[in-house]
């Protein structure tokens, strides 16, 4: 395995802080674990490989994971995920494992996410369907099965 340890964040940019902490909170029971920001002399330009930015971000707990987001104050993102299809280079779309993938759709929806499409299942008997946040990223919601590898939860 080498020196990974294992997988720890994936990080969303969005432009209202608030509001994905809202959404991703109510939809898959993250909670804030650390919140801060950085200004245009920070090291965090550095880090990240630019100069002069500055942003607010922070950090949620899931049960298997991290999920990190951003909101730059400076520079202003000009990039529209809901522009970007699952066919295009880069990170894609985060996936959430879910029990029955039609309630976790409508609460994408009433959170204000999207339907792309409706759920399907396939031979294996494994169902998803994607579908987008409020900002326009895209998120796979799926029940496993057939084989198909699922997350081990903490027991309860």
């Known amino acids: 395995m080498g020196n990974v340890v294992g997988f720890h964040h994936a990080a969303i940019v969005v432009p209202d802080l608030e509001e994905a902490v809202r959404f991703y909170s109510a939809l898959a029971g993250y909670e804030k674990v650390r919140e801060s920001r950085w200004d245009s002399e920070s090291v965090f330009n550095e880090i990240i490989g ?72 396939n031979e294996l008997g494994i169902t998803c369907v994607y579908c987008r946040d409020p900002f326009g990223n895209l998120l796979e919601l799926i029940r496993p099965a057939g084989g198909f590898p699922s997350i081990n939860l903490p027991s309860e």
């Open 50 to 121: 630019m100069s002069g930015s500055s942003a607010r971000f922070c950090m949620l707990e899931g049960a298997n994971g991290y999920l990190e987001l951003f909101e730059y104050e400076q520079p202003q993102s000009t990039a529209v995920p809901a522009s970007l299809n699952a066919n295009d280079y880069g990170i894609r779309h985060l996936c959430f494992q879910v029990e029955v993938v039609e309630e976790a759709l409508a609460q994408v929806i009433e959170l204000g996410g999207s339907k792309m499409n409706e759920p399907v299942t």
